[in-house]
């Protein structure tokens, strides 16, 4: 017999299913797109920290050197 405690949590398993599947069917074009993103971010973190500490933590101006 199920309860109505665990009526709710299929619900909420199902909406939640559901919410992710479309959030993957939206983004699937861009997916690319976002893994170069992840991989230039990571790969050039530590060229920016070392122009950071090189300008003595000033994080604009060292944004400004790194995309000159």
């Known amino acids: 017999m199920l309860t109505?405690?665990?009526i709710d949590r299929y619900v909420a398993i199902a909406l939640i299913s559901v919410?992710?599947?479309g959030?993957?069917?939206v983004l699937r074009p861009f997916l690319s797109a976002i893994l170069?993103?992840?991989i230039l971010s990571f790969t050039?973190?530590?060229v920016y920290?070392?122009?950071e500490r090189?300008?003595?933590g000033r994080?604009?101006?060292a944004a400004v050197l790194w995309y000159c």
């Open 19 to 21: 919410l992710v599947m």
């Open 54 to 56: 090189a300008v003595v």
């Open 59 to 61: 994080k604009t101006l």
């Open 23 to 25: 959030c993957f069917i």
């Open 4 to 6: 109505e405690n665990r």
């Open 49 to 51: 920290f070392r122009i």
């Open 44 to 46: 050039t973190w530590p």
């Open 36 to 38: 170069w993103a992840v």
